[in-house]
């Protein structure tokens, strides 16, 4: 009896094992009442002080919000969401003293990022990023500040933001993805917590990597984040945004909004590696994750590149976009889905050419393991004014074991018969061949997945800076656990 | 060194290996040749540790260990290496770091401590010097757009750089022309030592001119028909395949 009962519980801790980042900081949360009306969002904009014209504007998204529907086009299934029954508002307590250095976070926090091997002091020194850190909705430690500020760089939280440069936000939140856009990110308009915000000025090259790194911690919050970068006129930012999520049971949902705004000549790269918990082996508990990323290329001779490492989530929702207006500019999209167990992602692209000789790449990468569903979804539209454009698309898919499945759904709409769009997809397996070669050279089977899998991602892995490609390159191996065998 | 007793092996049911008998000693090359679909490869494979193959008698033991229940992963750790006929390609992973993931695998299976990255580097480059492999190569993907002799040369090189105990050959020669072969012949050679051992699997007698065995075997129906010096393989050379391939257990 006693064996069976070890080896019981030694199957179970094996399970609980498997989600290494599934741990949870107990900071006690200040919440809003479950649920969502207007006095929810009321308490929201008055526990954050907001002025008179942001609590208009999150009602009006909100008013707008409760007419919308619920899109309904992906190739995702999922029980409708109850979102009566969610908490909308939560911020760590020790928030109400906000810390003025990294001595005064709380030592619990700064133990969570140890724990995912990203230690904040050690990064500051180490990588020379700042980090603004995003703890449950509210900013609690930006780092490098004064030093970018000498520059005139602006990077603060959202919430900061809209005291400090109500000129800048009003201007340009909401300029990309309007609050009506979807109802997710409608939904986002009228509840947003946090987030950061950007401002590169002219002619500034932001000497440093901006990251971020989110993390979805009070039970059943949902994380309502929203970015907003702007690259005025010849400047250039390179921002990472990263994602663990502790182990939890309930649903959660995620809706965040970015937006990039890129003037004259301005470059902006825009990296995620995102890892929400993705449920158990049968999708139970994982995170609903309903982004909205756009960018636009305002400006002539702009550049927007985004590089996506999506590996976490029991639903992805998610398709950065980016509007080629200024004449010349150019976007790329680099992403790696990859989709294990019961987990479902419908991710893509949109490319918008509306200027002229405007260009853009796509180079997707989906992997489909265990009984996961990974759609591919994109769309490259060429405007009847957009003289000379060109794109560039390439999606494969490497499937792992046979009862997952990989989709691809390009859509082109072309108005301008001078411009040339090319597709390229293909569909592979990961060959019994390739897996016995490996471990024939004494590679255990499952690193041996990780080792071929990411050399399928190679060419969008590359694309991450450095620390984050080291990093990236560890997650696809863990996301692929127990998927052979 | 290795061992294999009275193997038998089925595939999908279908007898393909009936009793081999083979000792290998330290410091040993022996040559396995026969006609095609003798057992050869599968003899290899099963060997490595192959799935697909089921022994329904006998056993194999390497160092006096029964291996015949190991993974291939740990038999490669156990010191046994298969250069393979038909080198497979993993696009996107470079050799550099194929090999330093291998060479750590198999140091950790030992309970030896894992080389950092800068100090493989380091005994990679002495390694490809050594068989004068140009270092270009180490960044390449693994065998991805490699010619047939550049397959086998980059074989060659994750032997030397393993250096396994048992390297068994599973007709390295195909496909090669005789610069290629002699290339991957003084690879070999150089890599004899008094501590480890050759099998090389081969149809033609050519590429044994080059590496000597000590001794040929002639695998046939399944089962070693005849074994002798390497004077034998001149033999074969000469008078064919055909005494062994007459009614099956009608062998010389």
Redesign the interface.
């Known amino acids: 009896m006693a064996a069976t009962q070890e080896t019981v519980e030694q199957v179970q801790s094996l399970e609980q094992d498997k989600y290494k980042y599934g741990f949870v900081t107990e900071i006690e949360a200040e919440s809003a009442p479950k649920g969502l009306n207007e006095d929810i969002v009321r308490f929201i904009s008055a526990k954050k002080n907001e002025p008179e014209w942001m609590l208009e504007w999150r009602l009006k998204a909100f008013r707008h919000w409760q007419t919308m529907e619920e899109p309904e086009w992906s190739k995702l299934n999922f029980k409708p969401i109850d979102y009566q029954d969610a908490y909308y508002y939560s911020a760590p307590k020790s928030m109400e003293d906000r810390p003025q250095s990294l001595d005064e976070v709380d030592p619990e926090l700064l133990r969570t990022y140890e724990k995912l091997g990203i230690p904040l002091e050690e990064q500051k020194v180490l990588a020379g990023v700042a980090v603004d850190v995003v703890f449950d909705s509210v900013s609690v430690a930006t780092t490098f500040k004064e030093e970018l500020k000498e520059q005139g760089i602006i990077f603060c939280s959202i919430s900061e933001a809209i005291q400090e440069h109500p000129e800048l936000v009003k201007k340009y939140m909401g300029s990309v993805v309007p609050y009506g856009d979807n109802k997710h990110a409608c939904l986002n308009s009228a509840v947003f917590t946090d987030g950061s915000f950007v401002y590169i000025p002219k002619g500034v090259r932001c000497p440093v990597e901006l990251s971020t790194y989110f993390r979805i911690n009070a039970e059943n919050t949902g994380q309502f984040e929203r970015t907003l970068l702007i690259a005025d006129e010849d400047s250039y930012v390179s921002y990472l945004e990263g994602c663990t999520a502790p182990q939890r049971d309930e649903h959660q949902l995620h809706a965040a909004v970015v937006e990039l705004v890129a003037m004259d000549n301005a470059e902006i790269k825009y990296s995620t590696v995102q890892n929400w918990y993705p449920g158990d082996q049968d999708g139970n508990g994982g995170i609903y994750n309903f982004v909205t990323k756009r960018g636009i290329c305002r400006g002539d001779h702009s550049k927007i590149s985004w590089t996506q490492v999506e590996t976490g989530s029991a639903l992805t929702w998610k398709y950065p976009s980016t509007i080629l207006k200024g004449d010349h500019s150019s976007a790329e999209f680099y992403s790696v889905a990859i989709t294990n167990g019961a987990q479902q992602a419908d991710t893509g692209t949109k490319m918008i050419h509306l200027g002229k000789n405007t260009r853009s790449r796509i180079i997707s990468k989906g992997i489909s393991a265990g009984k996961s569903q990974n759609t591919y979804r994109g769309l490259v539209r060429i405007g009847a004014k957009a003289e000379g454009a060109r794109n560039f698309t390439q999606c494969d898919s490497l499937l792992v074991g046979d009862r997952c499945g990989a989709h691809t759904v390009p859509y082109i709409e072309n108005k301008n018969r001078s411009a040339r769009v090319e597709h390229e997809a293909t569909t592979s397996k990961i060959s019994d061949d390739q897996l016995f070669y490996c471990r024939q050279r004494g590679i255990p089977e499952e690193e041996a997945v990780g080792l071929v899998v990411n050399g399928f991602c190679r060419e969008v892995l590359q694309e991450l800076p450095m620390e984050f490609a080291v990093e990236a390159q560890k997650l696809v191996a863990i996301s692929l656990e127990g998927s052979v065998g | 060194m290795l061992e294999i007793k009275n193997l038998h092996v089925e595939i999908d049911g279908k007898k393909i290996l009936n009793g081999i008998n083979l000792t290998i000693k330290e410091g040993e090359v022996h040559a396995i040749m026969g006609p095609n679909g003798s057992g050869k490869s599968t003899l290899a494979n099963v060997l ?4 697909d193959y089921e022994i329904t008698e006998g056993e194999i033991l390497f160092n006096g260990k029964d291996i015949t229940e190991l ?3 740990e ?3 156990e010191g046994v ?2 250069a ?1 006929q038909y ?7 470079t050799n550099t ?2 090999l330093k ?3 750590n ?2 140091r950790k ?1 030992r309970g030896e401590e894992e080389m950092d990255g800068l100090k493989f580097v380091k005994h990679l480059r002495q390694k490809t010097r050594d068989l004068g492999i140009s270092e270009e190569m180490l960044k390449r ?1 693994v065998n991805v757009g490699f010619s047939g002799g550049e397959k086998k040369r980059n074989d060659i090189l ?1 032997m030397s750089v ?1 250096e396994p105990k048992l390297a068994v050959l599973d007709e390295t020669d195909s496909g090669l022309d005789i610069d290629a072969l002699r290339t991957v012949a003084d690879g070999v050679n150089g890599l004899r030592k008094p501590d480890n051992a050759f099998v090389v699997i081969t149809h033609y007698q050519r590429l044994l001119d080059y590496i000597v065995p000590d001794q040929v075997h002639v695998l046939a129906f399944g089962k070693i028909r005849k074994s002798g010096g390497k004077e034998l393989a001149l033999e074969l050379e000469e008078k064919g395949y055909a005494d062994f391939t007459g009614a099956e257990g009608e062998a010389a």
């Open positions: 490595a540790g192959k799935d993974e291939p992963e038999r490669a750790g290496f298969l393979f080198p497979v390609e993993i696009p996107g992973v770091t194929f993931e291998a060479f695998a198999q299976y993907s994750q393993l």
